[in-house]
């Protein structure tokens, strides 16, 4: 797929790379430091094959967007020893793809050697679930269970074998990453050796901790300040004794689309004082999307990404799929965390109906 080289002495990480089966020749990099994101764009010099050079110090990892962001891989970099990493794969097969160089990508690579044969049929079952029958579908999302419990299986022999890895850290938070329960991090976090405590990736799980529990279920919620694209001030207060319901999406989520979420029928169905929505989207083309809105029957409340708005909020609220909805009651406590539209609607009639 594609390859990855690290920081060097110099200064400088040179990336290059090969992925087969990639359709987009444009290819998005996000280069994270402790104080700092960066953003790159990549254009394939040969089908599937690219190269680009970084050259400032303190970037710790950096993850590539394939095909439209359908497909992602992030690659680590604050322990390589030289200065290339090579990486290699289908981009059919994101969670195939291997690193070469540095010693957490290499051993991720070879965690994923190990499991290849489970990581390779479950991206097939996910494929055909779109497209199969109701019976196949049960019997399909059965064996998906199936295979995810064998890897986490895998992934808790690694990590008690290997506590003082930061490839550990990794496994930790791709197989135990839950944001409605942190129990199972909390529980893995202690078995780490205490020489990688201070590694940014188990800080990183720490404070996933920590963000989750904000946003727990009964928690209040967090309370924020923001402007929405009209230029109005919105805070939780903005909205008291009612219902809110805070939607985070991004333009490239088919899945957020409003008709999807059933939030245009949500807010046709009741009253202002009943519930209020507050959008916060990824956008940060605000011109384009009050032109977008003029031509909507609804006024959208919107937060969009100006000065890095939804960024934050997204963070506060530990929003890390999308879409993602969260339900507060009317004295300000998360009492639904969802991205599913008809479990959203349900929620609100029987929530509504019992105050009539």
Not at 41 to 60: A, M
Not at 204 to 214: M, P, T
Not at 277 to 290: M, S
Request: glycine share 4%; charged share 25%.
């Amino acid at each position: 797929m594609l390859l990855l080289a690290a920081c060097s002495d110099s200064g400088v990480c040179r990336i290059e790379g090969k992925i087969t089966n990639l359709e987009d020749d444009t290819i998005y990099v996000v280069f994270e430091s402790e104080e700092m994101s960066m953003v790159d764009t990549i254009e394939c010099y040969q089908p599937g094959r690219f190269r680009t050079e970084l050259h400032q110090e303190g970037f710790r990892q950096a993850t590539f967007f394939f095909d439209d962001r359908t497909a992602w891989f992030t690659v680590y970099l604050d322990d390589l020893q030289a200065n290339k990493i090579e990486i290699t794969g289908d981009v059919r097969f994101p969670t195939l793809l291997y690193a070469k160089g540095g010693r957490t990508n290499n051993e991720l690579s070879t965690f994923r050697k190990k499991v290849e044969a489970l990581l390779r049929e479950d991206t097939k079952i996910r494929q055909t679930i779109v497209n199969a029958s109701l019976s196949q579908n049960n019997e399909l999302i059965s064996r998906s269970a199936d295979i995810k419990n064998q890897l986490n299986e895998q992934a808790l022999i690694y990590i008690h074998d290997n506590p003082a890895k930061a490839a550990s850290a990794v496994l930790i938070k791709t197989y135990f990453a839950d944001p409605n329960d942190t129990r199972r991090i909390d529980e893995l976090l202690i078995t780490l050796s205490p020489e990688i405590q201070d590694h940014y990736l188990v800080s990183d799980l720490q404070q996933y901790s920590i963000r989750a529990k904000r946003t727990a279920l009964g928690a209040e919620a967090p309370d924020f300040a923001a402007t929405n694209i009209y230029g109005y001030s919105v805070s939780l207060d903005s909205f008291p004794q009612k219902y809110l319901l805070l939607t985070f999406t991004a333009p490239w989520c088919d899945m957020c689309r409003i008709d999807e979420l059933y939030l245009n029928e949500i807010d046709r169905k009741y009253t202002k004082d009943q519930i209020e929505q507050l959008l916060i989207t990824l956008d940060d083309d605000l011109v384009g999307l009050r032109s977008i809105l003029k031509t909507d029957s609804i006024k959208w409340n919107l937060i969009a990404d100006s000065a890095g708005q939804a960024t934050q909020l997204f963070d506060l609220y530990n929003v890390s799929m999308l879409p993602r909805c969260f339900l507060i009651d009317e004295e300000g406590k998360i009492i639904l965390k969802t991205e599913n539209g008809v479990e959203i609607k349900q929620t609100l009639e029987r929530l509504i109906q019992k105050e009539i």
